[in-house]
């Protein structure tokens, strides 16, 4: 299986995470996809105010792929305090439309909105299996564009280094955005696990050097990131 190195370390306590990018197959996905990152009043509430909005969510041509609750983050991207994340798969784009945002703002009595953030599936949506024991991540990141020559050299060698490695984690969803409510617009929502804690722990164990690699790609061709870790409710 080949395997692009498009993504990056985190650094946050006990959850330090090596990320790559797996060259997963095509995927017939002519869609949109939509990441929504909340900070809820009472989850409990919120939870439940998300499935009575799922009824018209599927008559929009949606559905909720993944709830998760936010339990930590690094790094700064602008955005306030988040402790829900949903993802969305819609048929077709909702937030160039006021009735589409409307829709989504419906949330607000149990949640404040954030962030949303819509755009292609470059890879995904992956469905293979429930979450439960995955360790999951979400990647924001906008990328500073000053040499893209040079980004896709680093990007390609990055990318022979992981060849093969044990543990690597996948991209469930990896989003190219266009558009966003409540932030500016970044240029890649990433939503990606490995299977467990324990597989993203012997992962960085055993590839030190690659991940100081990382950190040097971070530093030349980002401007600004953001790192959230989501533990999967549905």
Not at 103 to 111: F, H, I, N, T
Not at 165 to 194: F, I, S, W
């Given at each position: 299986m080949r395997?692009e190195?498009r993504?990056?370390?985190?650094?946050?306590?006990a959850f330090?995470?090596?990320i790559?990018?797996?060259?997963?197959?095509?995927f017939?996905?002519?869609g949109?996809?939509?990441?929504?990152?909340?900070?809820?009043?009472?989850?409990?509430a919120?939870?439940?105010a998300?499935?009575?909005v799922?009824?018209?969510?599927?008559?929009k041509g949606?559905?909720?792929?993944?709830?998760?609750?936010v339990?930590?983050?690094?790094?700064?991207?602008?955005?306030?305090d988040v402790?829900?994340l949903i993802?969305?798969?819609?048929?077709?784009?909702?937030?160039?439309?006021a009735?589409?945002?409307?829709?989504l703002?419906?949330?607000?009595?149990?949640?404040?909105?954030?962030?949303?953030?819509?755009g292609?599936y470059?890879?995904?949506?992956?469905?293979?299996?429930?979450?439960?024991g995955?360790a999951?991540?979400?990647?924001?990141s906008?990328?500073?564009?000053?040499?893209?020559?040079?980004r896709d050299v680093?990007?390609?060698?990055?990318d022979?280094q992981?060849e093969?490695?044990?543990?690597?984690?996948?991209?469930?969803v990896?989003?190219?955005?266009?558009?966003?409510?409540g932030?500016?617009?970044?240029?890649?929502a990433?939503?990606l696990?490995?299977?467990?804690?324990?597989?993203?722990?012997r992962?960085r164990?055993?590839?030190?050097?690659l991940?100081e690699?990382i950190g040097?790609?971070?530093?030349?061709?980002?401007?600004e990131?953001?790192?959230?870790?989501?533990?999967?409710?549905?």
């Amino acid at each position: 299986m080949r395997i692009e190195f498009r993504h990056y370390a985190l650094a946050f306590g006990a959850f330090i995470f090596g990320i790559v990018t797996l060259a997963l197959p095509a995927f017939a996905s002519s869609g949109s996809g939509i990441v929504g990152l909340y900070q809820a009043f009472d989850p409990q509430a919120f939870d439940q105010a998300l499935r009575r909005v799922e009824p018209a969510l599927t008559s929009k041509g949606c559905g909720v792929a993944r709830v998760g609750e936010v339990v930590g983050v690094q790094a700064d991207i602008g955005l306030g305090d988040v402790n829900r994340l949903i993802h969305v798969t819609c048929a077709a784009t909702i937030l160039d439309k006021a009735s589409g945002r409307d829709l989504l703002d419906s949330l607000s009595a149990a949640g404040s909105p954030v962030a949303l953030l819509e755009g292609r599936y470059l890879e995904g949506p992956l469905d293979n299996g429930a979450p439960e024991g995955r360790a999951y991540l979400l990647k924001l990141s906008r990328y500073s564009n000053s040499d893209p020559n040079a980004r896709d050299v680093d990007l390609a060698a990055l990318d022979e280094q992981v060849e093969g490695l044990a543990d690597v984690y996948r991209n469930e969803v990896y989003l190219e955005v266009h558009r966003a409510v409540g932030m500016p617009t970044p240029d890649e929502a990433v939503l990606l696990y490995y299977p467990s804690p324990e597989a993203g722990e012997r992962f960085r164990a055993n590839n030190r050097p690659l991940l100081e690699q990382i950190g040097r790609f971070n530093r030349a061709h980002l401007t600004e990131f953001a790192y959230y870790v989501v533990k999967p409710l549905r």
